[in-house]
C-alpha cells in the first residue's frame, strides 16, 4: 500500500528552465508534506516543507504547491542548475514528527 | 560532530550473523529515527525515539529488528539473524523536535 507515490522516476530538464516535481498521496490524515534532495552516498537533505493549512511554500528557488482536495503536491524549481541534479524524496507525516511516508524518490537531471 | 554519524558505513555479513548498526545524532537534537531505503524503493520508517518517551517501533519488520538509545544520544540498531531481504541502505536522522530531520550517511548492509 503505496500511501506517497512519486509516479515519475526521472526528469530531465535543462539548466535555466524550470523543474516540476510531482507527488501524491492517498491518506488524508497527513497534515505536513515535505521534500529531501539525496546525492550518492549522502544522506538526505531536508528542503522545504508545507504544512496542510498552506497550499503554497517558497524559498528561493524552491516552491512547495499543496493541493488537498486532489491529494497532490508539486516542488518547483526555478532555474534551475546542475547541481540540483540529484534523488528527490516527498514525504508526508502527520502527528508525531520524524514518521514520515517518503516516495520512492525522482531523478532530477539539469544539463548544462 | 556537525552532522549525524553512522558507522560502519558499509557492512557485508553472512546471512544468519547479527550486525549492529551506529547512529550518533548531532548534539542537543531530542528526536531520533531510523529508516531503511532498499534498492529501488522509497524510505521505510523503522523507528522513532523522542526524549524520555517510549519509542515507535511500529516500522520495524520483524522481531529480529531492535534498537536502543542510551543517554538519550547515541543510537544502535541491531539486525539479528540477517537474512538476505535484509539488505539495504540504513539512515538514522535526528531533528530538534520540528521539522526536517537531518539525516546521516547511511550504513550499507549486504548480507550474502
Known amino acids: 500500500d503505496q500511501q506517497v507515490k512519486q509516479n515519475s522516476p526521472s526528469l530531465s530538464v535543462q539548466e535555466g528552465r524550470i523543474s516540476i516535481l510531482n507527488c501524491d498521496y492517498t491518506?488524508?490524515?497527513?497534515?505536513?508534506f515535505l521534500w529531501y534532495k539525496k546525492y550518492p552516498a549522502e544522506g538526505p537533505t531536508f528542503l522545504i516543507s508545507i504544512s496542510s493549512i498552506k497550499d503554497k511554500n517558497e524559498d528561493g528557488r524552491f516552491t512547495v504547491f499543496l493541493n488537498k482536495s486532489a491529494k497532490h503536491l508539486s516542488l518547483h524549481i526555478v532555474p534551475s542548475q546542475p547541481g540540483d541534479s540529484a534523488v528527490y524524496f516527498c514525504?508526508?507525516?502527520?502527528?508525531?514528527?520524524?514518521?514520515?511516508?517518503f516516495g520512492q524518490g525522482t531523478i532530477l537531471t539539469v544539463h548544462p | 560532530g556537525a552532522g549525524v554519524s553512522q558507522s560502519p558505513s558499509n557492512k557485508v555479513t553472512e546471512k544468519g550473523k547479527d550486525v549492529e548498526l551506529r547512529c550518533d545524532p548531532i548534539?542537543?537534537?531530542?528526536?531520533l529515527y531510523w529508516y531503511r531505503q532498499s534498492l529501488g524503493q522509497g524510505l521505510e520508517f523503522l523507528i522513532y525515539f523522542q526524549g524520555n518517551s517510549a519509542p515507535d517501533k511500529s516500522g520495524l519488520p520483524s522481531d529480529r529488528f531492535s534498537a536502543e538509545r542510551t543517554g538519550g544520544s547515541v543510537s544502535t540498531l541491531t539486525i539479528q539473524r540477517t537474512q538476505q531481504e535484509d539488505s539495504a541502505v540504513y539512515l538514522c536522522?535526528?531533528?530538534?523536535?520540528?521539522?526536517?530531520?537531518?539525516f546521516g550517511q547511511g550504513t550499507r548492509l549486504t548480507v550474502v
Open positions: 491518506n488524508s490524515m497527513f497534515d505536513y
Open positions: 548534539s542537543g537534537h531530542t528526536a
Open positions: 514525504a508526508a507525516g502527520w502527528g508525531s514528527y520524524g514518521k514520515l511516508t
Open positions: 536522522a535526528s531533528s530538534l523536535d520540528s521539522l526536517g530531520a537531518f
